[in-house]
């Protein structure tokens, strides 16, 4: 079946840190893949995505590649800001699916102390 | 603007007491589906929605219905909550195409006692 694995939290940087959170995959045929983001007392909102092998998704300073030989799509940023703390999903969905849910990896909170 | 509407965004509830979350989207997607989030479980589907009257099981059903009479609205309806219905509850809309955004409410936080 389609699963996603990240990295346990919780996360705790000190500000302009380097951020990964790592991100690994399986699923059957060329899935699209997502981080999504939580903050605080809210939904979850679309940070970046990636549809295909070699792509890289960025946005708000964050990237992610799409790696299919290593079914990986690992978050990244190069200094986090205390505006960043909040939970973050990487999540999948696979094409030509007639149902198209998200299947989510269980999420890692992220915490940047000033 | 864009957006999913969820409510109510709390709820305090009692074992058996029949009881709807609303949700709805104003982008005219085809899409809708509803998540539970659980701490270590991460979201899981509970129904989806294709398209207006079609609906369907996700991976977490029992215990739940849903209807879609309207393309904007998609009601959860728990007819007999039960304590392990406690959770954080998310309804999304996409265009329903792999590769598209899925927007989200801002969430309903159920608590059955």
């Known amino acids: 079946g389609n699963s996603v694995t990240q990295m346990e939290g919780p996360v705790t940087l000190s500000e302009e840190a380097f951020l990964t959170i790592n991100c690994t995959y399986t699923?059957?045929?060329?899935?699209?893949l997502f981080w999504y983001v939580q903050y605080p007392g809210e939904g979850l909102q679309l940070l970046l995505k990636?549809?295909?092998?070699?792509d890289k998704g960025s946005n708000k300073g964050f990237e992610a590649t799409y790696r299919k030989e290593t079914t990986s799509f690992h978050l990244e940023k190069g200094s986090v800001q205390v505006s960043d703390s909040a939970v973050y999903f990487c999540?999948?969905?696979?094409?030509?699916?007639?149902?198209?849910?998200?299947?989510f990896g269980k999420g890692t909170r992220l915490s940047v102390i000033a | 603007e864009a957006q999913v509407t969820q409510n109510p965004r709390y709820l305090i509830t009692v074992t058996g007491k029949k009881l709807t979350v609303t949700c709805s989207q104003n982008m005219n997607h085809e899409y809708m589906s509803w998540y539970r989030q659980d701490p270590g479980l991460g979201l899981r589907q509970i129904y989806y929605s294709m398209n207006v009257e079609v609906t369907d099981k996700g991976d977490v059903p029992e215990g739940y219905k849903v209807s879609r009479k309207e393309k904007r609205n998609f009601p959860l309806i728990l007819e007999s909550p039960s304590p392990n219905q406690t959770s954080l509850y998310f309804c999304a809309s996409s265009l329903g195409h792999a590769n598209t955004e899925a927007f989200f409410g801002q969430g309903t936080r159920l608590t059955v006692v």
């Open positions: 990636a549809t295909k092998a070699d």
């Open positions: 999540a999948l969905i696979r094409r030509n699916s007639g149902n198209t849910p998200l299947v």
């Open positions: 699923a059957t045929g060329y899935p699209s």
